[in-house]
């Protein structure tokens, strides 16, 4: 075996030390809203399971501006750690979660005050209102501890600590999945005892992920919050990408609920959910490939070693496609059988739930290779071209093919637009700026 291959077979071993604990987490972690759904379809009603869908963006906005944040500084803490600037990069951690607890106090607190209000600036109509209302306030209460913690979590990733986040993630869910029962189906709690469930079980893993202080090894630690201008310009350019990422889950939903209202109704939005809930758990499979990839090639940027990044980075696009394929496979052929967990005893709306996921599912082919190019651009602080990458898919291609599929194709073209969309994306990204940037290096 010569020198290249033993390289290229470190950094595989490297990836799969990152990538595996991150997917699991996330495919654990999307078990959150997936188990609600399921109780709440068959312990309260299909209303209920539309109100969860439409406050679903404000949750992804949570989660959006937590990566803003978290993986913008944990970027760059991993590049300082790879430098050898551990002082440094634990600076950015303190700074970075400071910002992350007043943004999450700010926020969820008015979200409790306005309850109503945001829920139909969300497009709630009366027949959700009151469930919307009612779930939303919940998950803001706790979202005042779970919006720090989670950014904790992927400082925790960065600090070489990947189980331990995984660890975190996998106790929470569980104590999720056991609450969702009592509250739910024993105690007859409806849609406030998933939310409140949902909160115990994100706060027992931030308990956990608190305990990653008492390792020896670590980097991160406890320290007097030195504030500076310069690294937080840097935390924000760099997670600006994967705020715009995350936040492109909320706006793709909010428009297709808003397609969905307009052309089918309050139905379309109840068999939407269950798509959005099934897509979120392989949707979480490609974040967690790209969470596994940004602390190692964060790392070997810092050293100077960008060969190895763009190693990573196709062997991360590989394995996204690998995996999708699998996806697929299960979403074509057990699709309705997935959705029909939700809602046993309506199988037409979880036949509608199957054929829609047949198309929606199709985009997950070039998303996975659209997030690592962005990753990719993001770690070789191209901020422009991530960032521009990113917004297109929270307010772009999607929504062209939103306006111009459904007045022809009707129910099929709102299906199609998002994988229309997403391969537009990935054309630019793959076939534009990544080819431009390759002939560039070959040239110098």
């Given at each position: 075996m010569?020198?290249?291959e033993?390289?290229?077979?470190?950094?595989r071993?490297?990836?799969?030390h990152?990538?595996?604990?991150?997917v699991?987490?996330?495919i654990?972690?999307?078990?959150?809203?997936i188990v609600?759904g399921?109780?709440?379809?068959r312990?309260v009603g299909?209303?209920?399971?539309?109100?969860?869908?439409?406050?679903?963006?404000?949750?992804?906005?949570?989660?959006?501006?937590?990566?803003l944040?978290?993986?913008?500084g944990?970027?760059?803490?991993?590049?300082n750690?790879?430098?050898g600037?551990?002082?440094?990069?634990?600076s950015i951690?303190i700074?970075?979660?400071t910002?992350l607890?007043?943004?999450g106090v700010?926020?969820?607190?008015?979200?409790?005050i306005?309850?109503e209000?945001?829920c139909?600036l969300l497009g709630?109509n009366?027949?959700?209102?009151?469930?919307?209302?009612?779930?939303?306030?919940?998950?803001?209460?706790?979202?005042?501890?779970?919006?720090p913690g989670l950014?904790?979590?992927?400082?925790?990733r960065n600090?070489?600590?990947?189980k331990?986040?995984?660890?975190?993630?996998l106790?929470?869910?569980?104590?999720?999945?056991l609450l969702d029962?009592?509250?739910?189906?024993?105690l007859?709690?409806?849609?406030?005892?998933?939310?409140?469930?949902?909160?115990?079980g994100q706060?027992?893993?931030v308990?956990?992920?608190m305990?990653?202080?008492?390792?020896k090894?670590?980097?991160?630690?406890?320290?007097?919050?030195?504030?500076?201008l310069?690294?937080?310009?840097?935390i924000f350019?760099?997670?600006?990408?994967?705020?715009?990422?995350?936040?492109?889950?909320?706006a793709?939903?909010?428009?297709?609920?808003?397609?969905?209202?307009?052309?089918?109704?309050?139905?379309?939005?109840s068999y939407y959910?269950?798509v959005?809930y099934?897509?979120?758990?392989?949707n979480?499979?490609?974040?967690g490939?790209t969470?596994?990839?940004?602390p190692?090639?964060?790392f070997?940027?810092?050293?100077?070693e960008e060969?190895?990044?763009k190693?990573i980075?196709?062997?991360?696009?590989?394995?996204?496609l690998?995996?999708t394929?699998?996806?697929y496979l299960?979403?074509?052929f057990?699709?309705?059988?997935?959705?029909s967990?939700f809602?046993?005893?309506?199988i037409?709306?979880a036949t509608?739930?199957?054929?829609?996921?047949?198309?929606?599912?199709?985009?997950?082919?070039?998303?996975?290779?659209?997030?690592?190019?962005?990753?990719?651009?993001?770690?070789?602080?191209?901020?422009?071209?991530?960032?521009?990458?990113s917004?297109?898919?929270c307010?772009?291609?999607?929504?062209?093919?939103?306006?111009?599929?459904?007045?022809?194709l009707?129910?099929?073209?709102?299906y199609?637009?998002?994988f229309?969309?997403?391969?537009?994306h990935?054309i630019?990204?793959?076939?534009?700026f990544?080819?431009?940037?390759?002939?560039?290096k070959?040239i110098?």
């Open positions: 010569n020198k290249v033993m390289k290229t077979k470190c950094l071993k490297e990836f799969a990152y990538a595996i604990p991150a699991v987490g996330m654990v972690s999307s078990l959150y809203n609600d399921i109780f709440v379809g312990g299909e209303d209920a399971l539309g109100a969860i869908n439409i406050v679903y963006p404000f949750i992804m906005l949570e989660i959006a501006i937590v990566m944040i978290a993986v913008g944990a970027n760059h803490f991993s590049v750690r790879g430098r600037s551990n002082d440094k990069a634990n951690f700074q970075s979660i910002i607890i007043i943004i700010i926020l969820n607190v008015v979200v409790l306005f309850p209000q945001v139909e709630a009366q027949q959700i209102l009151t469930y919307a209302k009612e779930y939303i306030w919940w998950i803001s209460l706790f979202g005042i501890i779970y919006m950014g904790f979590s992927i400082f925790i600090d070489n600590a990947p331990r986040e995984l660890m975190g993630t106790v929470g869910t569980i104590i999720n999945i029962y009592y509250f739910i189906m024993v007859n709690m409806g849609i406030a005892g998933a939310a409140i469930a949902t909160g115990i706060t027992a893993s308990m956990i992920f305990t990653h202080f008492l390792k090894e670590r980097v991160l630690h406890i320290e007097k919050i030195n504030w500076d310069g690294t937080l310009k840097k350019a760099s997670g600006t990408p994967t705020f715009l990422m995350e936040f492109s889950q909320s793709v939903a909010f428009s297709f609920n808003l397609i969905l209202m307009a052309y089918v109704g309050a139905e379309g939005v959910s269950i959005m099934i897509c979120s758990m392989f979480m499979v490609l974040i490939l969470q596994g990839a940004q190692i090639m964060s070997h940027y810092g050293k100077g060969d190895s990044v190693q980075c196709d062997i991360a696009i590989k394995t996204s690998l995996l394929t699998l996806m299960i979403i074509y057990f699709g309705s059988t997935l959705a967990i809602v046993s005893d309506n037409s709306l509608q739930a199957g054929t829609m996921m047949k198309s929606y599912f199709l985009a997950f082919f070039p998303i996975g290779i659209t997030l690592m190019n962005i990753l990719y651009f993001q770690i070789m602080e191209q901020s422009f071209v991530a960032i521009l990458l917004f297109l898919r307010i772009g291609f999607v929504q062209l093919f939103l306006l111009i599929l459904p007045p022809i009707g129910t099929s073209g709102i199609f637009s998002f229309c969309g997403e391969l537009c990935c630019l990204s793959e076939g534009i990544v080819f431009k940037e390759r002939k560039q070959q110098a």
